[in-house]
């Protein structure tokens, strides 16, 4: 599903983000990506949602090299891939449905297509009450299980989420946790890049290790 | 709903929300247009009054004073036998006199002062109006000058076509003018939909992140700009009616307002200026 090939960045002079890291994600995987801050962690999704561009190596999802898409077809690459931050990112002037919505809207799904997966999906997170919210009316949890739906609403191949509980108390942190792990039992690859090391061995995944921008150790699940 | 719909609805929102900077911007496309809605309207009249100018314009032959009968016969039946020449009319010495006392009863005393008949004979030649111009009207005048008995030739043709060349390089300025003006409004536009954009940073960064394609994120700004531009333009056509309305009483008949195709052209006007201004904003920015 994901591969990296001596996949290198570097900011400004010299200060490296990710040197030489060469990774491989399988298809239905769930791997958190852990590590010290500045490690590279939040850098590499970025370079997976195309954010930023590598300086070396490349970057292959599903068979595409991304640092060879156009910008229109990254932005179709990025149709396929659903993404959750840790600051949730949620638009405030619209309410939770259309933030949900909206990413169907993009789509160009049928309205009526648009309102039944909306729902399904927010009451799959337990948000059905909270349709007409606004994001600010809402707890950070809330919040964070809106940007879920949001992710998952186009039935993404891959989930990004980059410290999705870095917000969050240890209990919404581990029911979050708990739907990327429903998630991905449905057959997504789910990416989470946190430092937090409960959660990681409670949800008890494969961990990719990273310091310094490079792996730090064999990618090994825990036991 | 479509994607242009959205993109009005989105634009609309922004606009609203936009308040004071969408007025000024609004108010600055309408300066821009009301001049040049102003030099349409000058424009169109103005040619109109050339057109019956030059479908009036005659050439005038005066005679010397001391012409005789037979003489101004020959002359006026060689005039009559040019193929430019559509009418030729006769008005003596006296007949002169009394046009000039009927148009200006004012200048009365002028005329008892220089004499009894100040005023020379002359033919008022009237040519055909596929006449008018060109190389074979200027060798009859430059016959005509030459004959016996003809004092001097004038021809209407030329001091209009003196003042035409000069309109037209007025046209040129004044459109150098709305350019200018249009070129102003465009970047205040282009300004007030980059604030747009700028307050809509976190929205268009999500949509980019969703994948939505250009033409969605940028669709709302440029319609914001067609629609400043458009509303923009509208006022100011509404602005040059009021006016037109509130000053007709005191102009002459023939003066006319704005046409359906110059009104079209400041309504498109606007609205292309303002799409052309979002759609450079956007896409300098997304």
Known sequence: MIETRGLGKIYGRGLYALRNLNLTIDKGEFVFLTGPSGAGKSTLLRLLLMQEKPTAGEVVVAGRTLS??????????????????Q?????????????????????????EQQR???????????????????????????????????ALVNEPSLILADEPTGNLDPELSLEIMNLFRDI???????????????????????????????????????? | ????????????????????????????????????????????????VLDRWLESAEVSVY?????????????????????????VEYVSKARALERFR??????????????????????????????????????????????????????????LTRLMGIVATARIAAALIAGVLMLGAAFTVAAVVRLSLHARRNEVDIMQLVGA??????????????LLGGTGAAVALLAISAIYSGVSQWLPPEVQFLGVREGLIMLLGGVGVGAAAGTVASRSAI
């Open chain 1, 68 to 85: 060879r898409l156009t910008r229109h077809e990254v932005q179709a690459y990025r149709r396929t891939v659903g993404f959750v931050f």
């Open chain 1, 87 to 111: 600051d949730f990112k949620l638009i405030t002037t619209k309410t939770v449905f259309e933030n949900v919505s909206f990413t169907l809207h993009v789509l160009g799904l049928p309205i």
């Open chain 1, 116 to 150: 039944r997966r909306t729902y399904q999906v927010l009451k799959w997170v337990g948000l059905q009450h909270r349709l007409n919210s606004l994001p600010e009316e809402l707890s950070g949890g809330e919040q964070q299980r809106v940007a879920i739906a949001r």
């Open chain 1, 184 to 223: 991905n039992a449905s057959g997504t690859t789910v990416v989470v890049a946190t430092h937090n090391r409960e959660l990681i061995k409670w949800v008890g995944r494969r961990v990719v290790q990273l310091e310094h921008g490079q792996l730090a150790s064999p990618t090994e699940p825990p036991t």
């Open chain 2, 1 to 48: 709903m479509s994607v242009v719909g959205y993109a009005f609805e989105e634009a609309w929102a922004s606009i609203r929300r936009a308040g004071r900077s969408a007025a000024v911007s609004i108010g600055t496309i309408a300066i821009a247009f009301l001049t040049l809605g102003g030099f349409l309207l000058v424009s169109v009249n103005g040619q109109g």
């Open chain 2, 63 to 87: 005679l010397d004073d001391h012409l005789a009968d037979e003489l101004r016969t020959v002359l006026e039946v060689y005039v009559r036998q040019q193929p430019a020449v559509a009418s």
């Open chain 2, 102 to 159: 009927a148009d200006f009863p004012e200048l009365l005393d002028v005329t008892t002062s220089v004499g009894p008949l100040p005023f020379p004979a002359v033919l008022e030649v009237r040519l055909r109006p596929e006449a008018t111009g060109g190389a074979n009207l200027d060798d009859l005048i430059t016959a005509l000058a030459g004959r016996e008995g003809v004092a001097d030739v004038r021809y209407d043709r030329r001091w």
């Open chain 2, 213 to 226: 394609p250009f033409s969605y994120i940028r669709g709302p700004f440029i319609v914001e700009g067609l």
